[in-house]
């Protein structure tokens, strides 16, 4: 007889709030009020061997049951509350009669596999620099490294565009992410600068490959009136990566070691790869989401392809700004970095409910540029408030409506590509739109720090920048819209 997927989610969980009781209330007294600090690495160790079973438990439930997203949403949630995992097996007891075991869902697998990809970049975070101190670095070599992944993942990002429309996005897939789980395992043998910059090369260069292979795919599966609401959702495995990863590998890293992160990390990768090898399929586009006559006669760079790209960079640059201006910003206001990790979670729940919930049909009733317009306008008003911004208060209020600009952002450029896009050169299109995803947080940081902008200044700047952009973004619509007519 076949376990059910629920009966794993359940014991895993259960394991997985156990093991969390038994952390916080024994291994933490142990370790701070009898000083015996072996009791937390080895129950933190105990535990964060189980969060990877049960991680791996949501998603096969994920991918077998035809349920809500907000189950998985709820699991995840649950696994970071003391007593979570218990009030969720009660919920998921009296709701296993209600869901029959389905074949694998394969949309939801490649929205996993976007949840690895984004996954692998975030949990890097916390831990890097820290890492590459830990194995004799300099200050300046640790700043290398962390800018080496980008701008190798950037090769690695048009490369996969080209093989993408070449090959076909399944086996890019697989060898991404493959090479991806075999870099990540490299780290363990990481002892000086020297090979830690070659790992580095080597890993942002392979993972590059999965994500322009696993937007287009999710393109070519999907028709064309549905991309607005796919790509939304798709939104929100980026943000649960966003939210997760660093959580995740700052925790896991604290109890064992960086390199062990990483494995789990790459343990989730080889489970993908198996799941793909298997379950998706070495696709072409049928004919309903095969590209319009009116789309496939469209040069590969024409005005909706180049609204997209600027979209992602200056999305991005925004991204690189926040990174390097909030905590400073934070900091001089009198608090802890506690608070600047809360404010980025803040913005990414926010983001994530409004691509979850009814309102992403909004990006397949109204025109992407439209949508982009809003997006980068809110965002750019949010980088001009958070300079005015003295209390916790205000912080969270103006990073709620970053996250609503974020929110309707991402959807929008990723969509307007799409529909601006031919099938066969979709791949090479994505390869090259993730590159200036890359670049923009490249440019966010380095731009601010080479104009040497004070931190109103800085927020300033980027605030008005973005309006500009918003501005440019419906000057255009309106032409078009002339031209159209």
């Known amino acids: 007889m076949k376990i059910h997927p629920i009966s794993i989610l359940r014991f895993t969980g259960l394991l997985d709030g156990i093991s969390l009781l038994l952390l916080l209330a024994v291994a933490m007294p142990l370790k701070y009020v009898w000083e015996i600090p072996q009791a937390v690495a080895i129950m933190g160790s105990i535990h964060g061997g189980i969060f990877v079973m049960y991680g791996l438990a949501i998603l096969y439930a994920a991918l077998r049951v035809r349920w809500s997203l907000l189950w998985p949403l709820a699991a995840i949630a649950a696994a970071f509350v003391p007593i979570g995992n218990f009030v969720l097996d009660w919920q998921l007891k009296k709701a296993r009669s209600r869901y029959e075991v389905q074949p694998i869902n394969v949309t939801l697998l490649v929205y996993s596999i976007v949840f690895f990809s984004f996954f692998d970049l975030f949990a890097q975070l916390p831990v890097m620099s820290t890492f590459a101190e830990s194995v004799g670095s300099s200050a300046f070599v640790v700043g290398f490294v962390i800018g080496l992944y980008s701008l190798s993942n950037t090769l690695g990002n048009i490369l996969s565009g080209f093989l993408t429309d070449k090959a076909g996005p399944f086996r890019i897939l697989l060898i991404g992410l493959i090479l991806s789980s075999g870099a990540l395992l ?234 601006s896009t031919p099938a066969e050169n979709r791949g090479k299109a994505y390869g090259y739109f993730y590159a200036f995803f890359s670049l923009g947080v490249v440019a966010g940081s380095s731009t601010l720090g080479w104009l040497s902008l004070s931190m109103q200044d800085g927020f300033l700047f980027t605030g008005v920048l973005l309006l500009l952009v918003a501005a440019l973004a419906v000057v255009g619509r309106k032409k078009e819209r002339l031209v159209n007519s």
């Open 186 to 419: 490299l780290y363990h043998i990481v002892d000086r600068p020297a090979l830690l910059i070659g790992v580095r090369i080597v890993h942002g260069f392979v993972a590059g490959l999965i994500v322009p292979a696993a937007f287009t795919y999710s393109a070519n599966t999907t028709a064309g009136d549905q991309q607005g609401k796919k790509v939304a959702l798709t939104g929100t495995f980026v943000g649960l990566a966003a939210i997760i990863g660093p959580a995740f590998s700052g925790i896991m890293a604290s109890k064992t070691s960086v390199p062990f992160v990483f494995s789990c990390v790459a343990a989730l990768g080889l489970l993908l790869t198996v799941l793909s090898a298997l379950f998706l399929t070495n696709d072409k586009p049928t004919k309903e989401t095969a590209s319009p006559d009116h789309v496939a006669r469209r040069p590969v760079l024409n005005a909706g392809v180049a609204k997209a790209y600027a979209g992602a960079f200056f999305l991005m640059f925004s991204q690189g700004v926040i990174a390097y201006m909030l905590p400073l910003h934070v900091q001089s206001l009198g608090y802890d970095s506690r608070l600047s990790g809360t404010l980025m979670s803040a913005f990414g729940l926010v983001a994530v409910l409004l691509f979850v919930l009814p309102s992403n049909r909004i990006f397949d009733k109204s025109s992407p540029s439209v949508t982009m317009s809003i997006g980068v306008g809110l965002m750019g008003v949010s980088q001009l408030l958070i300079g005015q911004s003295g209390s916790s208060l205000a912080l969270y209020g103006v990073m709620a409506l970053y996250g609503i600009g974020f929110g309707l952002l991402f959807p929008s450029i990723n969509t307007l590509l799409i529909k």
